[in-house]
């Protein structure tokens, strides 16, 4: 099993940033993709973008091209969700999610296997 724990959120003004982290523990040696999912309020759960645990090679959904980015440390089994001119259409909560495999573009939440519980990012206008 892997465990995830999400922190970083909070509530920022339109053009800020913020950085989540995603701490990994547990079997992380089964991570080969890390995802970084979105869900706001009456909406379906969004694909935002993932990397791949062990290559480093990331993919991004078009709304947050340029503008997000993701890394991760595997010494310190963490992943990274850098969000620069952050927009009031991307309030959200925040998921990271592992998969025990590595499907080049793959944006299938089902695909995913372990969750974290989430955080909260507010932007404001």
């Known amino acids: 099993q892997v465990q995830l724990v999400e922190s970083g959120g909070g509530l920022v003004q339109a053009g800020g940033s913020l950085r989540l982290s995603c701490a990994a523990s547990?079997?992380?040696?089964?991570?080969?993709?890390m995802g970084w999912f979105r869900q706001a309020p009456g909406k379906e759960r969004e694909f935002v973008g993932a990397?791949?645990?062990?290559?480093?090679?990331?993919y991004y959904t078009d709304s947050v091209k340029g503008r997000f980015t993701i890394s991760r440390d595997n010494v310190m089994n963490t992943g990274y969700l850098q969000m620069n001119s952050l927009k009031p259409e991307d309030t959200a909560v925040y998921y990271c999610?592992?998969?025990?495999?590595?499907?080049?573009?793959?944006?299938?939440?089902?695909?995913?296997?372990?969750w974290g519980q989430g955080t909260q990012v507010t932007v404001s206008s």
């Open positions: 547990g079997r992380t040696f089964t991570i080969y993709t």
């Open positions: 999610a592992a998969d025990r495999a590595y499907r080049k573009n793959n944006s299938d939440p089902k695909s995913f296997s372990f």
């Open positions: 990397i791949s645990w062990t290559g480093g090679s990331s």
